[in-house]
């Protein structure tokens, strides 16, 4: 493809998250051999506090969990979370982005005024009071309220563009051939914006992660669903730095690091292809 041809850090950034995403994919496999059916998070399934080894590669924690298979259960869910909401959010995005640009009017002035309110207004406590009080906090339902305060963003980028090209000829072309509304927008515009969707769902998938891990640091959110974020909870709330066991706090730290590198590693390599505006003046 062009795109790995093209940009190396879109190469690189494409082999971590994928690296990342089969391991977490894999979770189910090795945790079931390394524990022997039971639970990452089972309490007291080892001897408590025990230093890094064969049998613990990052050693365990004060409640004889092994600390790797909670890493891999932590990065299973955190790349659920940020890939569904993500997901979710750039739908929503790209749908009401392209009404709002192609249609606007009255459409358009609704569309940015929701948007313009979910960007201005403070998100995060009310993520956070949603989750507070809710009494069953699952894993959909936390992605459809991180995807609720995400799309807004992506809307907003992806709107202007969609406004200069219903113009264009070939849109002109397809309205004089009998094309509805809709067969434009999703099949003779939409196409166009399918590296720039891409850059918004990558951002969307960042922002979501970062709220949910913001969220489970606090202690807040499914206990259930043990993301890196609640990971780090747990060790934060354990006192694992005070006593030495840096493996469950850096561990998830440094895969989330990862994770948003590699992200932003694939959106500069997009920009860099298919953005014009970034290319040099002279040469292509």
Same mark, same amino acid.
């Given at each position: 493809?062009?795109?790995?041809?093209?940009?190396?850090?879109?190469?690189?950034?494409?082999?971590?998250?994928?690296?990342? /995403?089969?391991?977490?994919?894999?979770?189910?496999?090795?945790?079931?051999?390394?524990?022997?059916?039971?639970?990452?998070?089972?309490?007291?399934?080892?001897?408590?506090?025990?230093?890094?080894?064969?049998?613990?590669?990052?050693?365990?924690?004060?409640?004889?969990?092994?600390?790797?298979?909670?890493?891999?259960?932590?990065?299973?869910?955190?790349?659920?979370?940020?890939?569904?909401?993500?997901?979710?959010?750039?739908?929503?995005? /790209? $749908?009401?982005?392209?009404?709002?640009?192609?249609?606007?009017?009255?459409?358009?002035? +609704? #569309?940015? $005024?929701?948007?313009?309110?979910?960007?201005? #207004?403070?998100?995060?406590? #009310?993520?956070?009071?949603? +989750?507070?009080? +809710?009494?069953?906090?699952?894993?959909?339902?936390?992605?459809?309220?991180?995807?609720?305060?995400?799309?807004?963003?992506?809307?907003?980028?992806?709107?202007?563009?969609?406004?200069?090209?219903?113009?264009?000829?070939?849109?002109?072309?397809?309205? /004089?051939?009998?094309?509805?509304?809709?067969?434009?927008?999703?099949?003779?515009?939409?196409?166009?914006?399918?590296?720039?969707?891409?850059?918004? %769902?990558?951002?969307?998938?960042?922002?979501?992660?970062?709220?949910? $891990?913001?969220?489970?640091?606090?202690?807040?959110?499914?206990?259930? #669903?043990?993301?890196?974020?609640?990971?780090?909870?747990?060790?934060?709330?354990?006192?694992?730095?005070?006593?030495?066991?840096?493996?469950? +706090?850096?561990?998830?730290?440094?895969?989330?690091?990862?994770? %948003?590198?590699?992200?932003?590693?694939?959106?500069?390599?997009?920009?860099? /292809?298919?953005?014009?505006?970034?290319?040099?003046?002279?040469?292509?």
């Amino acid at each position: 493809m062009r795109i790995f041809r093209d940009s190396p850090k879109f190469t690189v950034g494409f082999i971590i998250i994928s690296f990342l /995403v089969i391991i977490a994919f894999l979770e189910p496999t090795i945790n079931n051999r390394r524990l022997e059916g039971h639970s990452s998070t089972e309490i007291g399934l080892f001897d408590t506090v025990l230093p890094p080894s064969k049998e613990h590669p990052f050693g365990t924690d004060t409640y004889g969990r092994d600390v790797l298979s909670m890493i891999l259960t932590g990065l299973k869910y955190s790349l659920l979370i940020g890939f569904t909401a993500g997901s979710l959010a750039t739908i929503i995005a /790209v $749908t009401l982005a392209t009404i709002a640009g192609y249609k606007g009017g009255s459409a358009d002035t +609704v #569309i940015t $005024t929701i948007s313009n309110a979910i960007l201005v #207004i403070p998100s995060w406590p #009310i993520l956070a009071i949603i +989750v507070l009080f +809710v009494r069953k906090v699952d894993l959909l339902f936390l992605s459809l309220i991180l995807a609720f305060f995400s799309w807004a963003g992506s809307s907003r980028q992806i709107k202007p563009q969609i406004s200069s090209l219903k113009e264009r000829p070939y849109v002109e072309l397809a309205r /004089v051939t009998g094309f509805s509304d809709i067969e434009i927008m999703f099949k003779e515009i939409l196409p166009n914006f399918l590296p720039y969707i891409f850059v918004g %769902f990558s951002y969307a998938v960042t922002g979501t992660m970062m709220a949910e $891990t913001a969220l489970r640091l606090v202690g807040l959110g499914p206990a259930d #669903i043990p993301s890196l974020g609640q990971i780090l909870n747990w060790a934060l709330y354990a006192g694992s730095l005070a006593q030495g066991h840096y493996f469950l +706090v850096l561990t998830p730290i440094v895969i989330l690091i990862l994770i %948003f590198v590699s992200i932003n590693l694939m959106n500069v390599g997009l920009d860099e /292809v298919y953005n014009p505006r970034l290319k040099k003046i002279t040469g292509v």
